[in-house]
């Protein structure tokens, strides 16, 4: 005779059902909409810059005023027009059909979180540039540190953050050390390493740090946790695919990158009777 | 006479529902946790019996339309499906899943990013909506009408004038009128479908024809769901291709796909 299983305790759920708990805000109608401790419209309309509450928003703390103006340099950085990099390609074809551009431009912020380019490839940059920190402070050598990362082509060590799936150099991580110089912004010791972890890189390999780990290595100096850089980062790619997807939505349709029948290698199996 | 001044800010007097309802999906609990189901019902039917006794494409007419469809509905839907199921690596939608294969896009992304790139799907809707009001009338003097009003332009796929029909790169589409032709036989085939292939008929001397949307149009239209339902069937007919050349590239190297060389990248643009 099987004995009957005890109920199981649902408390934990019972207690959330029909509410909810916000660490964020939330709209008192007649009264405010609170964000944060402050009113979102009496306090922080006017006074914030989009990027500024973007941040706030990311992290769930105020970010200081330079650090915001570098992060909007950032996005700056991240917002190329050009159809050819995979995330404006897909608004760029979006585009040429015919969808929305908000239907484009969200495609295109989607594609970018991945692992080889995009926001979610500074967690890995963050993480690493923190554990190389640590073991830096404990007495490792930079050329221990690279011999610890797995093996890249032609024996290159393969460290997200440095080097670059199209082209060898960063003109991005020029034009954000300059805009940390013009808004008098120290190097932290996370950006110390990332630079020192690339002079080595670039004597023994010829390869520099790229956009993901300069950031990562900013952001980091600057408070972020590997996470929070992730989430501040989310629609850094959103201008660039914006811009591909409008070029093309502005011209007729189809026009994006024809392609024949033959301009696809058909490289499977030969014609083939569907068996009964 | 003094301004009107905008009302405060308060909340509407609305009474909002107590619970969510539904007539699709009835979840019995478990009687030792009331948030597992034990049985799961799709519009009365047990689920598990669905999975033993009818297929997908049944299922998925049950879900939307409340009703099992007969052999004969069951078997346009499946066919419509096989015909549709894949928009061909050249389509917008597969090149947009394929670039998030070697761009390295986290899996679960392929489907969504190639589903809202997907060519024509908000226009499935006016499709249908179209085929409906056209569908007792004459079809060839539907087309001498539509076409003297406007010729669709040779270069753009779509005709506004008759959402659904149109060019493949300046032709009408053989396969597709093909497919169609297959699809108008089948007894389950109504007043749209037959009625769209007269029309294409009529349009052929000028080169034009079936789109895939409508011919997605056609059939959904004659298997009775209500035309906002168009685009989101449609994708759903579409995605296993999308997702299929998605994969395929998936963790590829990048200099898997071609690329296109400065040498002809041409920017046109000036500064304001």
Redesign the interface.
């Known amino acids: 005779m099987t004995s009957t299983?005890?109920?199981?305790d649902?408390a934990y759920?019972d207690r959330l059902r029909g509410r909810i708990e916000s660490r964020t805000g939330g709209w008192r109608?007649?009264e405010a909409v609170y964000s944060h401790g402050y009113s979102l419209l009496g306090e922080l309309v006017g006074e914030l810059s989009w990027v500024e509450l973007f941040a706030l928003y990311a992290t769930g703390r105020r970010q200081p005023r330079p650090v915001c103006r570098w992060l909007e340099a950032f996005f700056l950085c991240m917002s190329w027009p050009d159809p050819?990099i995979?995330?404006n390609?897909?608004g760029a074809?979006?585009g040429?059909?015919?969808?929305?551009p908000v239907?484009?431009t969200?495609?295109g912020i989607?594609?970018?979180?991945?692992?080889?380019?995009?926001p979610?490839t500074l967690i890995d940059a963050a993480l690493f540039l923190r554990q190389a920190l640590a073991q830096r402070e404990r007495g490792t050598t930079i050329d221990a540190l690279l011999r610890q990362a797995r093996p890249g082509g032609k024996g290159k060590p393969r460290i997200v953050g440095f080097a670059r799936?199209?082209a060898s150099g960063d003109a991005r991580v020029d034009a954000l050390e300059r805009v940390r110089q013009d808004l008098g912004l120290p190097r932290g010791p996370h950006l110390q390493l990332a630079f020192a972890v690339e002079q080595t890189l670039l004597e023994k390999y010829q390869e520099g740090m790229n956009v993901a780990g300069y950031v990562a290595a900013f952001l980091s100096d600057h408070g972020f946790q590997p996470r929070e850089i992730y989430q501040v980062s989310t629609l850094c790619v959103a201008a660039g695919v914006l811009a591909s997807h409008r070029d093309q939505a502005s011209r007729?349709?189809?026009r994006f990158?024809?392609?024949r029948?033959e301009?696809?290698a058909y490289t499977g199996k030969g014609p083939r009777e569907v068996p009964e | 006479m003094s301004k009107p001044e905008r009302p405060r800010e308060a909340m509407r007097a609305a009474r909002f529902a107590e619970r969510i309802s539904t007539r699709i999906w009835q979840e019995t609990p478990s009687p030792t946790n009331p948030y597992v189901a034990d049985e799961v019902r799709c519009h009365g039917y047990e689920l598990r019996d669905l999975m033993l006794r009818r297929s997908l494409p049944d299922t998925v007419y049950l879900l939307l339309r409340g009703e099992l469809p007969n052999p004969e509905q069951s078997r346009l839907l499946e066919r419509l499906s096989i015909a549709l199921i894949n928009p061909g690596p050249r389509s917008a939608a597969c090149r947009a899943a394929v670039a998030c294969g070697v761009g390295r896009t986290d899996p679960a992304h392929l489907l969504p990013v190639g589903l809202m790139t997907l060519e024509q799907a908000t226009e499935v809707e006016a499709a249908m909506r179209f085929l409906r009001r056209q569908r007792s009338s004459d079809p060839a003097a539907v087309a001498a009408e539509l076409h003297g009003e406007s010729e669709p332009d040779r270069h753009q796929p779509g005709w506004p004038q008759a959402p659904g029909f149109g060019r493949n790169h300046g032709s009408a589409d053989p396969w597709l009128a093909q497919i169609a032709e297959d699809l108008a036989d089948l007894p389950a085939a109504g007043a749209c479908l037959r009625w769209a292939r007269d029309f294409t008929t009529a349009l052929s001397p000028r080169d034009i024809g079936w789109l895939p949307h409508g011919l997605a149009a056609a059939v959904l239209a004659d298997l009775g769901f209500p035309p906002r339902s168009g685009p989101g069937l449609y994708q759903w007919l579409r995605l296993p291709g999308i997702l299929a050349h998605g994969l395929e590239y998936a963790n590829k190297d990048i200099t898997a796909l071609p690329y296109v060389d400065d040498s002809h990248y041409d920017i046109h643009t000036e500064p304001d």
């Open positions: 299983p005890n109920p199981t649902t759920w109608v007649g050819r995979w995330c390609q897909i074809l979006g040429s059909v015919g969808t929305s239907a484009g969200c495609a989607l594609a970018s979180d991945g692992s080889l380019y995009g979610r799936p199209l007729p349709q189809g990158l024809p392609l029948c301009d696809i």
